[in-house]
């Protein structure tokens, strides 16, 4: 099979790129695997719950080991739709060791904060997006959050989402570059 190459578009071409949404790539996945032989496909992985995506992510097992700690991996073992605002390995160490270890002290607390890195419904990047510049949407942990948007990206309450749109079958994991320290 031969695809053309990009020497058959001049430069200056006024005709538009496809983009597929992700949900149209998911479903053409299996048809190219069939195709050109490729074994494991992101359709596999998008099947998976939101836990089992983010126990399979490298780099964020203290948050899974929180999620699992405070109680909230059972609920997220459920049908969802659930959106996760994950925070890496690295996110964890910007936390001063004494304040890490006081949160965990406080079940109550550190729920609290854990559960405020989930949100109850999906919420994907172009769903962010298309919200209010500055918007709040509700929590696990029964407060609510500030989604904020601009050129420079996707914030929520000040944590930059590194990483958007990690596809599950119960939900949308997102990624962030730190730990949202609710009161």
Same mark, same amino acid.
């Given at each position: 099979?031969?695809?053309?190459?990009?020497?058959?578009?001049?430069?200056?071409?006024?005709?538009?790129? +496809?983009?597929? $949404?992700?949900?149209?790539? %998911?479903?053409?996945?299996?048809?190219?695997?069939?195709?050109?032989?490729?074994?494991?496909?992101?359709?596999?992985?998008?099947?998976?719950?939101?836990?089992?995506?983010? @126990?399979? =992510?490298?780099?964020?097992?203290?948050?899974? &080991?929180?999620?699992?700690?405070?109680?909230? !991996?059972?609920?997220?073992?459920?049908?969802?739709?659930?959106?996760?605002?994950?925070? $890496?390995?690295?996110?964890?160490?910007?936390?001063?060791?004494?304040?890490? &270890?006081?949160?965990?002290?406080?079940? !109550?607390?550190?729920?609290?904060?854990?559960?405020?890195?989930?949100?109850? +419904?999906?919420?994907?990047?172009?769903?962010?997006?298309?919200?209010?510049?500055?918007?709040? @949407?509700?929590? =696990?942990?029964?407060? $609510? =959050?500030?989604?904020?948007?601009?050129?420079?990206?996707?914030? @929520?309450? %000040?944590? %930059?989402?590194?990483? &958007?749109?990690?596809?599950? $079958?119960?939900?949308?994991?997102?990624? @962030?570059?730190?730990?949202?320290?609710?009161?």
């Amino acid at each position: 099979i031969s695809l053309p190459g990009p020497h058959l578009r001049p430069p200056d071409s006024r005709i538009p790129f +496809m983009r597929l $949404s992700p949900t149209h790539a %998911l479903r053409t996945l299996p048809v190219l695997a069939a195709l050109f032989g490729a074994v494991p496909t992101l359709h596999a992985q998008a099947a998976k719950p939101v836990l089992d995506r983010l @126990v399979d =992510m490298e780099g964020f097992s203290q948050f899974t &080991a929180a999620l699992e700690a405070t109680g909230l !991996a059972k609920e997220l073992r459920g049908n969802g739709p659930y959106t996760i605002y994950a925070v $890496s390995d690295a996110g964890f160490a910007r936390i001063p060791a004494d304040t890490l &270890a006081a949160l965990k002290a406080d079940p !109550a607390r550190f729920k609290r904060i854990i559960g405020h890195h989930v949100l109850p +419904m999906r919420l994907d990047g172009m769903g962010m997006m298309n919200l209010a510049i500055y918007a709040k @949407v509700p929590t =696990m942990a029964g407060d $609510s =959050m500030t989604v904020y948007h601009d050129k420079g990206g996707i914030k @929520v309450d %000040l944590s %930059l989402v590194k990483t &958007a749109d990690i596809e599950a $079958s119960n939900g949308v994991i997102h990624t @962030v570059h730190k730990v949202i320290l609710v009161p």
